[in-house]
């Protein structure tokens, strides 16, 4: 099957060939008639399989071909969880649009109020959002929705886990018509807080789903090393890093503080190394990743904050310093790599104190992982017996990350449950201005 085989406007098959695309990957040939005969839907494919496409041509294609319900009011509002995110499918947005007369904007936390009033004042017909910020000017009534036709929302899981889930009802009620579509994208789509918000937001959609997010990943090769702790997790990095057989390189750390001394560190042995944290300002998120997505840095150090979707074609290498409290978010950071049918490698760090995360994978994957060692190298750790108790005081990890991690081991055995107060705001910028301060015990 090819994109000309869609009912799709001449204007976006021409903008198909200037990116070099022409095939349809599983998900779009599923997803885009599914959106294009104006049906709401719940899509979920893996990572770096070409979901953005998959709803942006539809709504491009519906903006064509379609009278606007409203002269003012935007047609097509997309949602994503991060800045960074929402800034990648605007640039791809833009790339359609360029041949056509629509106008689209980007509405970003973190970013000038006023200055966002005034594009909204210009009537776009796209907008690109992170949901808080676009709640805010809903609430100064500096957009109405009441013409929306397309409500987009892309990563929807995330966004809930970052508690948006009042902004996305507020955005819904402005533009409940009978007459909106609403689509809503994924890796992993399959928890229940997702079919609560979907009842409450989608009018019965068809679910199209490629593989489940727990199917493997034929394009990413992913290895376990188990560490004893601190030192040796930084001395098996060490030596994956000397291996020096990838292009770029993204390691994942649990919190913050582990993202700033890491980099430190790896800039201390020579490498070009940027941090990414929630933490800093726009302006340098943004700077960062501009200059990593260049090749500038091989090695970006972040946490869960760019885990999800952004497309960074060079990533050869995934590295979970620490592993993820949440078993969807490996399958998120992993698929930072091998993407678009290229190969990567993804390799996890197990200490003590990320075991039961690591079980948690195991279980959420359906799979048994083949440990990896390095002769000189080898753990003495083994994994965990049952009782978790005994997570606490087995290593120096342990007790070094013992302020930042107490608090979330709480239940060990079970799959770590989502709590708002772990999670909301987390990305920073993206929440509402009004937001409450943030706990202590929020980390990435
Ligand atoms: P996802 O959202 O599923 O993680 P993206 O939409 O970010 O994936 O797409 C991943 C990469 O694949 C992007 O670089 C995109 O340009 C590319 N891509 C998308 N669709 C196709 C296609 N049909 N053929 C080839 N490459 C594609
Ligand atoms: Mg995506």
Request: charged content about 25%; glycine content about 6%; aromatic content about 6%.
């Amino acid at each position: 099957m090819l994109f000309t085989d869609f009912q799709l406007d001449n204007r976006l098959l021409q903008s198909l060939k200037h990116m070099g695309i022409d095939t349809p990957t599983d998900i779009q040939e599923q997803a885009i008639p599914v959106a294009l005969a104006g049906k709401d839907l719940m899509a979920s494919s893996k990572t770096g399989s070409g979901k953005t496409l998959a709803f942006l041509l539809p709504a491009m294609q519906r903006m064509i071909s379609t009278r606007a319900l409203s002269k003012r009011d935007p047609r097509v509002v997309i949602l994503l969880p991060t800045r960074e995110l929402a800034t990648q499918v605007y640039s791809q947005l833009r790339l359609l649009v360029a041949n056509t007369q629509y106008k689209a904007i980007k509405i970003l936390g973190g970013e000038n109020f006023n200055d966002q009033a005034k594009s909204l004042a210009r009537d776009p017909h796209f907008i690109v959002a992170t949901p808080g910020r676009l709640a805010d000017h809903l609430a100064q009534h500096h957009l109405h929705l009441n013409g929306l036709e397309l409500l987009i929302l892309d990563e929807a899981d995330r966004m809930l886990d970052l508690g948006f889930a009042p902004q996305l009802q507020a955005i819904h009620r402005a533009a409940d018509h009978k007459r909106r579509q609403t689509l809503m994208f994924s890796a992993t789509l399959d928890h229940t807080d997702i079919n609560n918000i979907a009842a409450e937001l989608l009018n019965s959609p068809e679910h199209v789903a490629v593989g489940a997010a727990n199917t493997s990943h034929a394009d990413i090769t992913q290895h376990v090393y188990l560490c004893d702790h601190l030192d040796h997790k930084e001395a098996v990095l060490s030596r994956l890093l000397s291996q020096d057989e990838h292009k770029q390189i993204i390691i994942f750390t649990a919190t913050r503080q582990d993202t700033g001394r890491l980099a430190d560190k790896l800039a201390k042995q020579g490498f070009k190394t940027a941090a990414l944290s929630g933490d800093l300002n726009q302006g340098q998120r943004n700077q960062i990743m501009d200059q990593f997505s260049r090749g500038l840095q091989k090695i970006l150090i972040t946490t869960d904050v760019a885990s999800r979707g952004l497309d960074l074609l060079n990533v050869s290498l995934v590295i979970n310093f620490d592993m993820p409290k949440f078993s969807e978010e490996y399958v998120h950071r992993i698929g930072r790599t091998g993407r678009a049918g290229s190969k990567g490698d993804a390799v996890s760090l197990v200490g003590p104190k990320d075991w039961r995360n690591f079980e948690n994978v195991q279980q959420f994957l359906h799979k048994t992982f083949t440990l990896s060692v390095f002769d000189d190298l080898k753990p003495k750790f083994s994994g965990l017996k049952d009782k978790p108790k005994r997570t606490k005081n087995t290593s120096s990890t342990v007790k070094k990350h013992k302020k930042t991690t107490n608090n979330k081991q709480k239940s060990k055995n079970a799959p770590a449950k989502r709590d708002k107060r772990f999670l909301s705001g987390v990305d920073v910028g993206d929440a509402p201005m009004l937001r409450k301060p943030k706990s202590p015990l929020q980390d990435e």
